[in-house]
């Protein structure tokens, strides 16, 4: 049984920045896309990012330039780099391995003005 974990969320000012960790158990991870969404209180999930099994990446509109997701398949774990946070980013961010239909328990990201 796969299991995503994420990690690295919590309180930063606006402006700042975190680095979200999402790791993998099990070997499905290499050779699948895993992706970022986000859950804000009252809106439906949304897409943040996602990246093929051989790198190339997408993102939302919202956070391009931003945002920025990358995967170390030797270590299983995928990553999120956000930069210039803003308060609208403020969500429940959610790993996930979309072929599989997996989804981690989600890490809660709050950025105040």
């Known amino acids: 049984q796969v299991q995503l974990v994420e990690s690295g969320g919590g309180l930063v000012q606006a402006g700042g920045s975190l680095r979200l960790s999402c790791a993998a158990s099990?070997?499905?991870?290499?050779?699948?896309?895993v992706g970022w969404y986000r859950q804000a209180p009252g809106k439906q999930r949304e897409l943040v990012a996602l990246?093929?099994?051989?790198?190339?990446?997408n993102y939302a509109d919202s956070v391009k330039g931003r945002f920025t997701i990358s995967r170390d398949n030797a270590k299983n774990t995928a990553y999120l780099q956000m930069n210039s946070l803003k308060p609208e980013d403020t969500a429940v961010y959610y790993c996930?391995?979309?072929?599989?239909?997996?989804w981690g328990q989600g890490t809660q990201v709050t950025v105040s003005s």
């Open positions: 996930t391995i979309p072929r599989g239909g997996l």
């Open positions: 099990g070997s499905i991870f290499a050779i699948n896309a």
């Open positions: 990246i093929g099994s051989g790198g190339n990446t």
